[in-house]
């Protein structure tokens, strides 16, 4: 704990945060540190100081995103009968944004309820307000009953609303495609509006284009190619990425079609919930301090897994020595070579939520490398919650039980490295399959036009 003036300004929590909510407002009302503070804090970490959100008052700010405060809480809990945090995330917008107030929402939820509070029924919360169903339910119904379509899970499950919402259609639009993914056909209407559209809406209404560069690697042909178009379709400004790319920004709705055949390159992507990038080091090819092939090895997985459809943004990076210069602990799946052999990390999140990755295992052959990433991310990609990022996953599901269905169990990580396979097998390349398909140019065009007269 910060004290300046014997009052407190600031704190930090490793561990245990059940204490957050009570420490936050101290800091915002610059309490006076007494021995009464001290002991709840630090002083005897045996003592259970019970549900703080009681001691919160009601105009305390619990969301610090939304502005949602103590008093908005308990009154929609009493008002609506509110009995789930994810109820009070779609009545009050609490924890909708970074998900930091998570705890204190289900503190004031358990506060509120008293003996009504169901901690059981508070895990398995719905997928969204249309259903009662959770995600785990949602998913075997989908497979017991060989549910092939959105509208025929929200029939055959008894959706409340027939047409669902703009949760639930998303989520579930990704896992029949990952059920069933040579029969689902991809509900384009559920997608976000980025994945609609294969570009990156902006503040303004116009969108960022980002071509694919394996590796964050390119020629000065295709640099010179970029230039050319940005100064063509007057791109307001070229970016350079944090995943090692070129983003064009500023583009014209009317003009995506166009700039995506002049750039004659695949999409990177940079929108979706799929593989972003897999950023590297120049490693072993160049760096005095390199010992593996870290542009290689980067190359090979971004080419091999692009566009494919996962929970939440997935992002790799290949470093080719533990300088650690490409990041990898804080990537999805962060690889590192260090004495002559691949260490693999997982879990990691450079976002809102950070996370530094956690080592899975270490393997000596490429091809173990490449079946252990396969295993993971097909692993991550059937039991994720849709919006799920793997930072969250690997402390939901543990560390532990990860490492052992996709590294030591050898018979479910080739299961899974198989299914992998197919599902890779439907896969297509977007910008181009809208410029080769006439009735998805025009669907899209339709859009363009609709979105237009809205703006």
Same mark, same amino acid.
């Given at each position: 704990?910060?004290?300046?003036?014997?009052?407190?300004?600031?704190?930090?929590?490793?561990?245990?945060?059940?204490?957050?909510?009570? $420490?936050?407002?101290?800091?915002?009302?610059?309490?006076?540190?007494?021995?009464?503070?001290?002991?709840? /804090?630090?002083?005897?970490?045996?003592?259970?100081?019970?549900?703080?959100?009681?001691?919160?008052?009601?105009?305390?700010?619990?969301?610090?995103?939304?502005?949602?405060?103590?008093?908005?809480?308990?009154?929609?809990?009493?008002?609506?009968?509110?009995?789930?945090?994810?109820?009070?995330?779609?009545?009050?917008?609490?924890?909708?944004?970074?998900?930091?107030?998570?705890?204190?929402?289900?503190?004031?939820?358990?506060?509120? +309820?008293?003996?009504?509070?169901?901690?059981?029924?508070?895990?398995?919360?719905?997928?969204?307000?249309?259903?009662?169903?959770?995600?785990? %339910?949602?998913?075997?119904?989908?497979?017991?009953?060989? +549910? /092939?379509?959105?509208?025929?899970?929200?029939?055959? $499950?008894?959706?409340?609303?027939?047409?669902?919402?703009?949760?639930?259609? =998303?989520?579930?639009?990704?896992?029949?495609?990952?059920?069933?993914?040579?029969?689902?056909?991809?509900?384009?209407?559920?997608?976000?509006?980025?994945?609609?559209?294969?570009?990156?809406?902006?503040?303004?209404?116009?969108? #960022?284009?980002?071509?694919?560069?394996?590796?964050?690697?390119?020629? =000065? %042909?295709?640099?010179?190619?970029?230039?050319?178009?940005?100064?063509?379709?007057?791109?307001?400004?070229?970016?350079?990425?944090? #995943?090692?790319? +070129?983003?064009?920004?500023?583009?014209?709705?009317?003009?995506?079609?166009?700039?995506?055949?002049?750039?004659?390159? =695949?999409?990177?992507?940079?929108?979706?919930?799929?593989?972003?990038?897999?950023?590297?080091?120049?490693?072993?090819?160049?760096?005095?301090?390199?010992?593996?092939?870290?542009?290689?090895?980067?190359?090979?997985?971004?080419?091999?897994?692009?566009?494919?459809?996962?929970?939440?943004?997935?992002?790799?990076?290949?470093?080719?020595?533990?300088?650690?210069?490409?990041?990898?602990?804080?990537?999805?799946?962060?690889?590192?070579?260090?004495?002559?052999?691949?260490?693999?990390?997982?879990?990691?999140?450079?976002? /809102?939520?950070?996370?530094?990755?956690? $080592?899975?295992?270490?393997?000596?052959?490429?091809?173990?490398?490449?079946? /252990?990433?396969?295993?993971?991310?097909?692993?991550?990609?059937?039991? #994720?919650?849709? $919006?799920?990022?793997?930072?969250?996953?690997? %402390?939901?599901?543990?560390?532990?039980?990860?490492?052992?269905?996709?590294?030591?169990?050898?018979?479910?990580?080739?299961?899974?490295?198989?299914?992998?396979?197919?599902?890779?097998?439907?896969?297509?390349?977007?910008?181009?399959?809208?410029?080769?398909?006439?009735?998805?140019?025009?669907?899209?065009?339709?859009?363009?036009?609709?979105?237009?007269?809205?703006?």
């Amino acid at each position: 704990m910060l004290l300046r003036g014997g009052r407190i300004v600031g704190g930090v929590l490793i561990g245990d945060g059940k204490e957050s909510s009570r $420490l936050q407002q101290w800091i915002r009302t610059g309490a006076v540190m007494t021995e009464a503070i001290h002991n709840a /804090i630090v002083g005897q970490a045996s003592v259970e100081t019970g549900n703080t959100a009681a001691e919160l008052a009601d105009e305390e700010i619990v969301c610090g995103c939304n502005g949602v405060t103590k008093k908005h809480i308990v009154d929609a809990i009493n008002e609506k009968g509110l009995t789930t945090v994810e109820e009070i995330k779609v009545a009050t917008s609490a924890s909708r944004s970074c998900g930091g107030c998570r705890p204190v929402v289900e503190q004031i939820l358990q506060y509120v +309820l008293g003996d009504k509070y169901d901690s059981a029924a508070a895990k398995q919360e719905a997928i969204c307000s249309c259903t009662t169903l959770s995600r785990d %339910e949602v998913v075997t119904a989908i497979k017991e009953k060989g +549910l /092939i379509t959105s509208k025929e899970v929200r029939y055959a $499950l008894e959706w409340d609303n027939p047409e669902g919402c703009s949760k639930c259609r =998303p989520a579930l639009n990704y896992y029949l495609g990952m059920i069933w993914p040579a029969e689902h056909v991809d509900e384009k209407d559920s997608r976000f509006v980025n994945e609609r559209m294969h570009a990156n809406i902006q503040k303004d209404g116009t969108f #960022g284009v980002v071509p694919r560069m394996y590796g964050g690697v390119t020629t =000065p %042909e295709d640099l010179r190619l970029i230039a050319d178009i940005a100064l063509k379709y007057n791109v307001k400004l070229v970016k350079v990425t944090g #995943g090692q790319r +070129l983003d064009l920004l500023g583009v014209k709705k009317e003009d995506l079609p166009k700039i995506w055949k002049d750039l004659g390159m =695949p999409s990177g992507y940079a929108y979706a919930k799929a593989l972003r990038t897999v950023k590297t080091c120049v490693g072993s090819q160049f760096c005095r301090f390199g010992t593996k092939d870290s542009m290689g090895m980067g190359i090979m997985l971004e080419k091999k897994f692009e566009r494919l459809d996962m929970p939440a943004k997935f992002k790799l990076a290949v470093n080719g020595c533990p300088r650690n210069c490409a990041e990898s602990s804080t990537k999805d799946i962060g690889i590192v070579g260090n004495e002559g052999a691949w260490e693999i990390y997982v879990g990691g999140n450079g976002g /809102i939520k950070a996370r530094l990755a956690e $080592l899975l295992c270490k393997v000596r052959t490429d091809e173990e490398l490449l079946e /252990i990433v396969s295993a993971f991310m097909q692993y991550y990609r059937e039991t #994720g919650k849709y $919006l799920e990022r793997t930072s969250e996953w690997i %402390e939901r599901m543990g560390l532990e039980s990860v490492t052992e269905a996709v590294v030591h169990d050898l018979d479910n990580r080739r299961a899974l490295a198989e299914r992998m396979e197919v599902a890779l097998a439907q896969v297509k390349e977007p910008w181009s399959e809208i410029l080769n398909n006439s009735n998805l140019r025009e669907r899209m065009f339709d859009e363009i036009i609709v979105s237009t007269k809205q703006d």
